[in-house]
């Protein structure tokens, strides 16, 4: 292992170099295919490919992500690929994360060169992206086709600003849930984080999520949103998606 720089001292890289949280004895994402699963739990989770091509050209608006746990923007850039990829023109995505342990833009830089795919979106955020504590960065991409958002600040408190600041008007459009094994981390999967994300959620706001456990589940039917588990990726024999219904 060498050590990482993160804001608690609590990342370093594994003997593969990969990224590992030594606070929550756990991965970034999954060594073996971290890109194709984010693409699979994040991106056909949320159904995003059909949702980005079918949004009405003739119109522009803006389609919300949130996701709670940034880490090393693998997820935002896959969506931000995506995005690219199906979304007309006249619309923009505006991706807004949280944060409480920011990695450095030179972090990120190593942990997303795993994918050289990434390499256009990795080099523009890491020339961006300036984490600090207990604020909020505001980033635009693509020419202003991407906005991204980052409260770096504890999950709760983060969704509330979100709210507060009327950061997402709409609420969401999808919820990606990102924050480390709730086994290892239940405060990224407490209820304070599920009426958090109700607060911020419309008729037919979908969830995805790479976690099936119980708790996730119940706590998320509790604050109105119908979950489901579906076949997963990998070694994950089966992942969550949902929908709110309010
Ligand atoms: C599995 S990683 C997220 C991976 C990320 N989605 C990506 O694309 O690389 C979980 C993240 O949640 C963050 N985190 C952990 N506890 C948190 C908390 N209470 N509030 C906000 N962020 C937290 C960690 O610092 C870590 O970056």
Redesign the pocket.
Known sequence: MTSGN?M?GTMVWDSQGMPW?VA?D????CKEYGYEE?LYVVCQGNNLKERFSSLDSAVDGVFTII??????????CCAWQLWDECAPRSWSLHFI???????SADQIVR?LSLWPCLSPHKEELAAQYRPGSGGMGDFSFGSGRIRLTVIF????P?LAAIKEQGLAPNGADAW?L???APSK?P??WSDGVFSGMAALSRCGTTLATFTVAGFVRRGLEAQGFEVQRVLGHGRKKNVLTGHFKG
């Open positions: 993160d608690d949280s929550f756990d991965q970034y994402f984010a996701e709670t746990g940034f880490g090393t923007g693998l997820d935002f994360s949280v944060e409480l342990y920011p990695l942990a600040d504890h999950v709760i983060a990606s990102d924050g480390f981390n405060e990224m």
